[in-house]
């Protein structure tokens, strides 16, 4: 059974800083694309970054470009999202995500197969 597992997220003020983590198990991500989703409530899940399977492809979405980043351990089955000068706009559910398809890059969730349960992060102001 394929699983997604994030940690990490909490109640924040803004300015602050959070890690998140997402560990894979049941299968290998190593040569997929993984990305990290978001979604405030009464909104669309947007994307917020995403990282090639060899990790040296990244994308974020404007609003978080030089506050957050992306990576991923191979080793570890785990891709980390670090997120610093948090703002009270960031605070939404964050889901992990993993393809399928081996090799390509992707930003759509549509695009994207296996997903956590989510971990809530808010930013207090």
């Known amino acids: 059974q394929v699983q997604l597992v994030e940690s990490g997220g909490g109640l924040v003020q803004a300015g602050g800083s959070l890690r998140l983590s997402c560990v894979a198990s049941?299968?290998?991500?190593?040569?997929?694309?993984m990305g990290w989703f978001r979604q405030a409530p009464g909104k669309e899940r947007e994307v917020v970054a995403a990282?090639?399977?060899?990790?040296?492809?990244?994308y974020y979405v404007d609003s978080v470009k030089g506050r957050f980043a992306i990576s991923r351990d191979n080793a570890k089955s785990t891709v980390y999202l670090q997120m610093n000068s948090l703002k009270p706009e960031d605070t939404a559910v964050y889901y992990c995500?993993?393809?399928?398809?081996?090799?390509?890059?992707?930003?759509?969730?549509?695009?994207?197969?296996?997903w956590g349960q989510g971990t809530q992060v808010t930013v207090s102001s």
């Open positions: 049941g299968r290998t991500f190593s040569t997929n694309a």
């Open positions: 990282i090639s399977w060899s990790g040296d492809r990244t």
């Open positions: 995500a993993a393809r399928s398809s081996r090799f390509a890059f992707a930003i759509d969730s549509y695009a994207y197969d296996y």
